[in-house]
T-cell receptor, first 112, second 110 residues
Framework: DAMVIQNPRYQVTQFGKPVTLSCSQT?????MYWYQQKSSQAPKLLFH???????NEADTPDNFQSRRPNTSFCFLDIRSPGLGDAAMYLC???????????FGSGTRLTVV | GNSVTQMEGPVTLSEEAFLTINCTYT??????LFWYVQYPGEGLQLLLK?????DKGSNKGFEATYRKETTSFHLEKGSVQVSDSAVYFC?????????FGPGTSLSVIP
């Protein structure tokens, strides 16, 4: 089945040690999004790619970066994770936004 | 700016009870409206959607009607089951982005 896959499901990283989360899709959607969701809160958009065009949200910290080497893959890089970056990170894709997103299962990041 | 407001939870219901989760939005123009569901430890799943005024979205016994006059998109289900226990997010899309409400946690007890 076509889907959005996030790896790993659980990631533990050390304070200040760079970490990369990955997302892949078989839907051939041209838009990919990264959301941060903290406990009991709504997902917060960090940035998105429309094809190769990167769109950063104004309040996304510089500590968060993203790469999209091709249509299928998108990566979230956290350069120096802090304790406050512990959260669920959700990847989503869309071909036509009025029809909604398809989400991956998320990666839960723990910072120790 | 664009925003979504939902009724505060948590909501606890007995099995087979009637469910309503209120959602109102603020947006210019005509956004598309969605309900997403998140089960524990999982990502979000699209539950239903409506793309224009007076549209009714429905799925798995859940329904919501796009009411432009009241800027609302309330979620309803006639008879909830224990398996419906989850967090429900109302959302709108505008200008290429989806904006989520704060979520409403639903617990259904046998």
């Amino acid at each position: 089945d076509a889907m959005v896959i996030q790896n790993p499901r659980y990631q533990v990283t050390q304070f200040g040690k760079p970490v990369t989360l990955s997302c892949s899709q078989t839907l051939n959607h041209n838009v990919m999004y990264w959301y941060q969701q903290k406990s009991s809160q709504a997902p917060k958009l960090l940035f998105h790619y429309y094809d190769k065009d990167f769109n950063n949200e104004a309040d996304t910290p510089d500590n968060f970066q993203s790469r999209r080497p091709n249509t299928s893959f998108c990566f979230l890089d956290i350069r120096s994770p802090g304790l406050g970056d512990a959260a669920m990170y959700l990847c989503a894709t869309s071909s036509r936004v009025p029809y909604g997103y398809t989400f991956g299962s998320g990666t839960r990041l723990t910072v120790v | 700016g664009n925003s979504v407001t939902q009724m505060e939870g948590p909501v606890t219901l007995s099995e087979e009870a009637f469910l309503t989760i209120n959602c109102t939005y603020t947006a210019t123009g005509y956004p598309s409206l969605f309900w997403y569901v998140q089960y524990p430890g999982e990502g979000l799943q699209l539950l239903l959607k409506a793309t224009k005024a007076d549209d009714k979205g429905s799925n798995k016994g859940f329904e919501a009607t796009y009411r432009k006059e009241t800027t609302s998109f309330h979620l309803e289900k006639g008879s909830v089951q224990v398996s419906d226990s989850a967090v429900y997010f109302c959302a709108l899309s505008k200008s290429g982005k989806v904006i989520f409400g704060p979520g409403t946690s639903l617990s259904v007890i046998p």
